[in-house]
T-cell receptor, first 117, second 112 residues
Framework: NAGVTQTPKFQVLKTGQSMTLQCAQD?????MYWYRQDPGMGLRLIYY???????DKGEVPNGYNVSRLNKREFSLRLESAAPSQTSVYFC????????????????FGEGSRLTVL | QKEVEQDPGPLSVPEGAIVSLNCTYS??????FMWYRQYSRKGPELLMY????GNKEDGRFTAQVDKSSKYISLFIRDSQPSDSATYLC????????????FGSGTQLTVLP
């Protein structure tokens, strides 16, 4: 059982380049999330999708776009990468739309390490 | 000021020690409290979940919540080298049931 799979695991970009991070889950979960993790800042929510067909902004959405392609897949796009977007990106999923009914459990992928030069 | 504050460490203890990890928060709407464990170069995984004030025990791990002080703790008894990881607290308020707010994480090393 793969759980949450992220690709690519590593990427180096130049300022201004674009790229898409892919995420897929095989647990039939309803909700999916994109976080970034930076030293001293913890995990910050970029965007989330409570259910197929819906997306909402999180704490730090600027410079990113997302697509909930279907129930399994949730992609994150950087249209014009900036050095401030150097980070580790995590995709996560949860079974239910309301986290408080789900013991707050998110299932995370292993992360995508992005460096923008 | 961040909504959730967590001492980043790093914290280094000998095997068998009792470890105390803590978070403070400012948002009184937070009702549900979690601890996630993150091994190096891996994604976080849920370790403990508690609702409101009180204690919850699971094996060597005890989660404690004091809502009056806006303070939560995770205690690890008889710590093992396999406990070496970053521990992140996380919280949900009833008004933000679709989003977790995470602390910045405490890096723990248990020395054999």
């Amino acid at each position: 059982n793969a759980g949450v799979t992220q690709t690519p695991k590593f990427q180096v970009l130049k300022t201004g380049q674009s790229m898409t991070l892919q995420c897929a889950q095989d647990m039939n979960h309803n909700s999916m999330y994109w976080y970034r993790q930076d030293p001293g800042m913890g995990l910050r929510l970029i965007y989330y999708s409570a259910s197929e067909g819906t997306t909402d902004k999180g704490e730090v959405p600027n410079g990113y776009n997302v697509s909930r392609l279907n129930k399994r897949e949730f992609s994150l796009r950087l249209e014009s990468a900036a050095p401030s977007q150097t980070s580790v990106y995590f995709c996560a999923s949860s079974e239910r739309r309301q986290l408080i009914t789900n013991t707050g459990e998110l299932f995370f992928g292993e992360g995508s390490r992005l460096t923008v030069l | 000021q961040k909504e959730v504050e967590q001492d980043p460490g790093p914290l280094s203890v000998p095997e068998g020690a009792i470890v105390s990890l803590n978070c403070t928060y400012s948002n009184s709407a937070f009702q549900y409290f979690m601890w996630y464990r993150q091994y190096s170069r891996k994604g976080p995984e849920l370790l403990m979940y508690t609702y409101s004030s009180g204690n919850k025990e699971d094996g060597r791990f005890t989660a404690q919540v004091d809502k009056s002080s806006k303070y939560i703790s995770l205690f690890i008894r008889d710590s093992q080298p396999s406990d070496s990881a970053t521990y992140l607290c996380a919280m949900i308020g009833s008004g933000s049931a679709r989003q977790l707010t995470f602390g910045s994480g405490t890096q723990l090393t248990v020395l054999p």
